[in-house]
């Protein structure tokens, strides 16, 4: 059964930074794309960063510039690397797996809170 989960989530000041990272275990599965979600309080869910297999990257406007998604293969690892933090990025960040197979398959880790103060 796969399992992913995130690490690192902290309270920090604006302007500072954070490190996520997301492992994903119980499995070898070689996923596609791995990405970050965040959600904030009262707001849907929004698409942060995505990595695919290959290292091609994709960001949501408002953090880009800012973070940066990395991704070990080997490790079955993404990170989520956040600079110049923002009061509005506080949210709990969720990780994302997903595999092509027939047709897409995805999983979800449980999420971790990051709080920027002003």
């Known amino acids: 059964q796969v399992q992913l989960v995130e690490s690192g989530g902290d309270l920090v000041q604006a302007g500072g930074s954070l490190r996520l990272s997301c492992a994903a275990s119980g499995s070898s599965l070689r996923f596609n794309v791995m990405g970050w979600y965040r959600q904030a309080p009262g707001k849907q869910r929004e698409l942060v960063a995505t990595?695919?297999?290959?290292?091609?990257?994709s960001y949501s406007d408002s953090v880009k510039g800012r973070f940066t998604i990395s991704r070990d293969n080997a490790k079955n690892t993404v990170y989520l690397q956040m600079n110049s933090l923002k009061p509005e990025d506080t949210a709990v960040y969720v990780c994302?797996?997903?595999?092509?197979?027939?047709?897409?398959?995805?999983?979800w880790g449980q999420g971790t809170q990051v709080t920027v103060s002003s």
């Open positions: 990595i695919t297999r290959g290292g091609s990257t």
């Open positions: 994302n797996a997903r595999l092509l197979l027939a047709t897409w398959y995805d999983y």
